[in-house]
Nanobody
Framework: QVQLVESGGGLVQAGDSLRLSCAAS????????VGWFRQAAGTEREFVAV????????YYSDSVKGRFTVSRDNAKNTVYLQIDSLKPEDTANYYC??????????????????????WGQGTQVTVSS
């Protein structure tokens, strides 16, 4: 059974930084890409970033490019999302997800929620102005 557990969220001020973590268990972690999505109140879950199984490839939404950095440590079965220069509009519940199958890498493909079979419970990030 694949399990994903996010952590690292909190209440911060605009301009601060946070590092979110997504700890995985239940299968060979390095075989699968892991994506980050976020969902603000009253909105749909939107793609933020994804990292390939090896960690060599990443892809970001245009809205976060330059401020967000996704990485992974396969020895620790953990994926990270570093968020710098936080803005109030970054306020959301942040989720990590992974697919049920290994897939060839193509960044834009991983922007689709339907690609992801397994999700964590989310970690809340609230940014005050």
């Amino acid at each position: 059974q694949v399990q994903l557990v996010e952590s690292g969220g909190g209440l911060v001020q605009a301009g601060d930084s946070l590092r979110l973590s997504c700890a995985a268990s239940g299968r060979t972690f390095s075989n699968y890409a892991v994506g980050w999505f976020r969902q603000a109140a009253g909105t749909e879950r939107e793609f933020v970033a994804v990292v390939s199984g090896s960690g060599r490839n990443t892809y970001y939404s245009d809205s976060v490019k330059g401020r967000f950095t996704v990485s992974r440590d396969n020895a620790k079965n953990t994926v990270y999302l570093q968020i710098d220069s936080l803005k109030p509009e970054d306020t959301a519940n942040y989720y990590c997800g992974t697919s049920a199958q290994t897939l060839a890498w193509y960044g834009p493909y991983y922007t689709q929620r339907d690609v992801y079979r397994y999700w964590g419970q989310g970690t809340q990030v609230t940014v005050s102005s």
